[in-house]
């Protein structure tokens, strides 16, 4: 039977990870925070990452990063979080587990599962990352790190040369440093280019490296219960959807259900049935019709063993691995009370503060130009100079851009103010 570790154990790990502004625990399983989530798609969304973007769990919160109560399978998917990549100061690098530094982590008279869920994860990501092979993305993102140093010097020399290197102490017009400042950037324009495309590539290489090797965490242990040619239809299954996600819908149509228990495509109608799927079919079309309910993979698999109907053994017995390891699917999250130790808030908690109403249009503008402030001011004042300008913007002064607050007064948005925000935003706190 798989081993599964509560929330005490949870609670132990999280406690690793020093930095908790990205997520927080519930009493269902820990969560990235929406504050998060919403200051990493400005430009980062892969931080955003959770083992459910690969699995696709009905039920599941996107946001969830391990249920509770967890197996070591989930803790290995957790790991490979970009939100959790303090782990390998205290257990080692993903798939290389530390000894010595697991031993010095934890040697309290609790912490003999911590240490034992850890091993066990780290056993599965070794497994699993044997198959997918090392994250291709990391020498990317060195690149790009090296050419982002390269940019803001060209693009700060710019701005010197140009008398605007300080973002509110130049002592020219409004007009005038604007017009300054999109020459700096025409300047650098095409560096920056280049950056924004090298950052994509890695982005993208990355993501797909952790989708195939969180699926190869569930997947390894699932190949030891099929033969060889199930093994390459689930392959080749995974690069066209996640296979438990199918196999955990709650409700599946007869075809499709009898087209997956002969390893066939369940969802591609142009090919030909052979007369095996057909058979299969007609026993499952018959049940459905006399006893109409929704059913699952798993129903129908028990089905077909009940009416000794000809299927893939070896794919039915995939699907009920597959099922009991994931038997929490169908649970919904929850919003609770903060829980007892008062370290992590719940994200159903309401604050009772007014919601800043400019706060959207910054968060646009850090999308669309990043996290320099001068090209945010100069965008956002691009916004409130239009006819009519984008809500809540009003207008400009020679300093500032003036906004309408959630009870209509009027207030102004200074670069320096302005610069504060984006800092507070970046990161990562409201």
């Not at 025409?186 to 280019?193: F, I, T």
């Not at 959807?241 to 196999?247: M, R």
């Not at 400019?358 to 100069?378: C, H, N, Q, S, W």
């Amino acid at each position: 039977m798989t081993r599964q570790y509560q929330k005490a154990v949870a609670l132990r790990l999280m406690h690793l990870l020093g930095d908790r502004s990205s997520m927080e625990i519930q009493e269902d399983g820990i969560f990235l925070k929406q504050d998060w989530i919403d200051m990493a798609e400005l430009g980062a969304d892969w931080l955003n990452w959770t083992p459910q973007c690969a699995l696709l769990q009905p039920g599941h919160d996107s946001r969830e990063l391990l249920p509770i109560p967890f197996t070591g399978r989930q803790l290995a998917a957790f790991m490979l979080c970009p939100v959790a990549g303090d782990f390998e100061y205290y257990v080692g690098k993903v798939g290389q587990l530390d000894a010595s530094l697991l031993a010095e982590t934890f040697n309290g008279v609790q912490d003999g599962l911590p240490k034992f869920a850890i091993e066990e994860a780290q056993a599965h990501l070794a497994q699993a990352i044997a198959r997918t092979g090392s994250n291709d993305s990391d020498a990317l993102w060195l690149s790009a790190e090296r050419m982002k140093c390269e940019y803001e010097t060209e693009r700060d020399a710019a701005r010197k040369r140009l008398g605007i290197l300080s973002v509110s102490d130049h002592g020219l017009s409004d007009s005038e440093y604007t017009r300054r400042i999109n020459q700096a950037n025409d300047e650098v324009a095409q560096l920056k280019s280049s950056l924004a495309e090298l950052r994509s590539r890695a982005e993208a290489l990355g993501v797909d490296w952790l989708r195939r090797t969180t699926l190869a965490i569930f997947e390894a242990a699932c190949h030891r219960h099929i033969d060889d040619e199930t093994a390459g239809f689930v392959e080749g299954f995974y690069s066209k959807l996640s296979l438990p996600a199918f196999i955990q819908m709650r409700s599946v149509g007869p075809l499709s259900a009898a087209r997956l228990l002969f390893a066939k495509n369940p969802m591609d109608d142009s090919a030909k049935d052979d007369a095996e799927v057909r058979t299969l079919a007609l026993v499952f079309e018959d049940v459905a019709q006399f006893a109409p309910a929704p059913r699952s993979m798993q129903d129908w698999v028990q089905i077909a063993r009940e009416r000794r109907v000809a299927h893939n053994v070896s794919i039915a017995d995939y699907i009920e691995f597959s099922t009991a390891e994931n038997a929490d699917a169908g649970q919904q999250c929850k919003d609770l009370r903060s829980s007892p130790d008062g370290e992590f808030s719940t994200s159903g908690a309401k604050t009772g503060r007014r919601k800043d109403l400019l706060t959207p249009l910054i968060l646009k503008a850090m999308r669309e130009v990043g996290t320099d402030t001068a090209d945010a001011f100069t965008l956002i004042r691009q916004w409130a100079q239009t006819s009519p300008p984008t809500a809540p913007l009003i207008g400009v002064t020679e300093s500032g851009i003036q906004w309408l607050d959630s009870n209509d007064r009027q207030q102004e948005l200074s670069r320096e103010s302005l610069r504060k925000r984006i800092s507070r935003k970046a990161s990562g706190r409201p």
